[in-house]
């Protein structure tokens, strides 16, 4: 039975490596036996939600695997290759009409550059363009956006705390 999930996994485009077969199993589980994130085409931790998963370009790595992240794809979202996201991340592409809170209004998409790093609790709002190798630190509220790249973000609003060397992990 376990070859066959990850025969049906692999037929989907899904990459097993670096991911524990227990959280493999339990997100096929939950996403096509229960139907939990059924309409996302990657792995979902099952107490992450993803709203319009078609408007998202996931990168190389799977948005929503760590727990209790919420990703709201609705205008659009493009991560980069080797985009990390903590547990409890939200990233809100679409907000309320402040005039009209039953209206949303239009932006332009979010853009996570390569090799980024989304700390627990960070959130990052609508329109925002983060820049290659960019961390997040754990609680940080990115309201702007910050396209320079090798830094590291904090605070509420998110400012630039620390500027980093290129960076040199595998990519």
Excluded at 65 to 88: A, E, Q, T, Y
Excluded at 96 to 104: A, I, T, V, W
Aim: positive net charge; contains cysteine; proline residues 6%.
């Amino acid at each position: 039975m376990i070859r066959n999930i990850l025969r049906i996994l692999a037929g989907s485009g899904f990459e097993a490596r670096n991911l524990s077969l227990r959280v493999l199993l339990r997100s096929f589980v939950c996403q096509k036996v229960f139907g939990v994130n059924r309409l996302v085409p990657w792995p979902v931790h099952p107490t992450s939600k993803v709203l319009c998963p078609k408007k998202i370009d996931r990168g190389t790595r799977y948005p929503g695997l760590s727990m209790g992240c919420h990703i709201d794809g609705r205008n659009g979202i493009k991560f980069g290759k080797n985009v990390w996201i903590g547990p409890r991340v939200s990233i809100i592409s679409m907000n309320h009409d402040p005039d009209d809170y039953f209206n949303y209004l239009e932006s332009s998409p979010i853009k996570i550059g390569d090799n980024c790093w989304l700390g627990a609790n960070a959130v990052v709002l609508p329109g925002v363009e983060l820049g290659e190798h960019t961390i997040v630190a754990a609680g940080g509220v990115v309201t702007r956006s910050f396209p320079e790249g090798n830094q590291v973000l904090a605070g509420i609003p998110a400012q630039v705390v620390k500027h980093l060397d290129c960076y040199k992990g595998k990519k």
